[in-house]
């Protein structure tokens, strides 16, 4: 949305914008709601189009029947055919949250926090029918800071993100537009975050805990659980520290939260219970009777 927004503040003729198809949303799941980039689009007087898909002839017809100098696609998640990717005059420009070839795919931001990388960054590739294979026309660099969530670094590269398209696209219609291939070497792929990836393995570091946590915050989040009242009840964690504890791994180490891990031991800072919002770990503690000895498993 942020990108959506730049490119018509910086006086560009948006001739449409295609997104998701409105989801159920809603307490009973029973109202279409727009995605927040058609909302936007329509805001600025935009057509906006939303095809399951962009496979069939009719919807690659409608496509070139815009008649568009150039496509810029962002987190769109819809696989662009060669007839999509060839139906402008210069070409579908890819605004991707990594270093590629590092994290080439679907989850880059989670991916560059849960494998512990210092720096991820924010590109603009033009797409050809690789995944993420396209030469990078811009790059700028971002650090990852030792408490930084997905929700936080994804916020961050959106914002440079917006900026990085805007300048290609100036560059693009003065004619100044370079791309340089990507590197052969590197090349790692950002699969989609699986539901068994989410529950907490207290056996690893708590290095690869604190990463991992941090990199599914705040969506999916990752989680456990803990037994209270004679029942086993799910907690989702939010954010963490690192600690120097020593236990068995899932034991609960003081009165603060401390979890020992396969290696130290991690500090749960904000959790969320199920049906619940996020709190701080002692607004959670004031809540949930947690005691040094207690396991989560």
Known sequence: MPTLRAIAEAGHQ????????????????????????????ERLGIDVRTPLSLKGEAEQAA?????ADVAVVVAYGLLLPKAILEGTRLGCYNGHASL????????????????????????????????????????????????????????RLMAVGASLMVDALA?????????????????????????????IDWTLPAMAVDNNIRGLSPFPGAWCEFEIGGRTERLKVLRSQRAAGQGEPGTVLDDRLEIACGEAAVRLVEVQRAGGKPVTADEFLRGAKIEKGMKLS
Not at 108 to 137: F, K, N, S, W, Y
């Open 171 to 199: 560059e693009l219609e003065a004619g100044r537009l370079e791309t340089v291939p990507q590197a052969s070497e590197g090349v790692t792929y950002a699969k989609k975050i699986d539901k068994a990836e989410t529950r």
């Open 100 to 155: 590629l070839p590092r994290w080439r795919g679907a989850a880059p931001i989670q991916r560059a926090i849960m494998a512990g990388d210092a720096e991820t960054g924010m590109m603009v590739m033009r797409m050809e029918e690789g995944l993420d294979t396209g030469p990078v026309a811009r790059l700028e660099k971002v650090a990852i800071g030792p408490d930084m969530t997905a929700g936080e670094l994804h916020d």
């Open 63 to 67: 496509f070139a029947g815009l008649d």
């Open 14 to 41: 948006v001739v449409a914008v295609y997104s998701q198809p409105p989801r159920a949303a809603g307490r009973r799941g029973l109202e279409l709601t727009p995605s927040p980039v058609q909302r936007e689009a």
